[in-house]
């Protein structure tokens, strides 16, 4: 993320609002952007293109939540909540939609800059998580279709796993392409012959 943060501040009470920028600003250098009325909130969001989103809300409802959350786009930015009040279950519903920092009652100038901060390694901890699962089930995925293509190399020409491994790789390098391309090719092929 760049040096100077741009934050968008979804807060409907004015009064609130600028106790909101006015932390900010003493905090840091950062770019802040109020956007008072949650109508049209993920347009709104999309247009200004925010590193983090800071949303207040006096009387949060699981609805409501669920609504702000996604418009926010939790899966594109940290997003932290300042909820002047909670019920049960309503903090865990958050973070399930992705919201990065809940605070509850706590939206005191001088905690803005350390729920950021927490807000934004939570979100780059949760993108690498979800980076590396990516990673791990698309590698999954490719050791099973390599796994069929070894079986039907084996079967057809009548040799042993090694040896139908080492001609995927051959074929893999021969045409400069990764071992579980050529497999998805002969599995895709042999797909369309059955």
Sequence with gaps: MPDALSIAVVETDRDRALMIVEGLRDAGDFDVQVIPEPLGLARQIQMRDPDVVLIGIANPSRDVLEELTLASGPKDRPVAIFAGRSEDGLSAAAVEAGVSAYVVDGLHPARLKP???????????????????????????????????????????????????ALLRKAAMDRNKRVAEVAQALVTAAGLLA
């Design 115 to 165: 729920v950021l901060e927490a807000a934004i390694a939570r979100f780059r901890l949760f993108q690498r998580m979800r980076t590396e699962l990516a990673e791990a089930k698309r590698a999954l995925q490719e050791r099973k279709v390599i796994d069929r293509a070894k079986g039907m190399v084996m079967k057809a020409r009548g040799i042993g796993e090694d040896e139908a491994y």
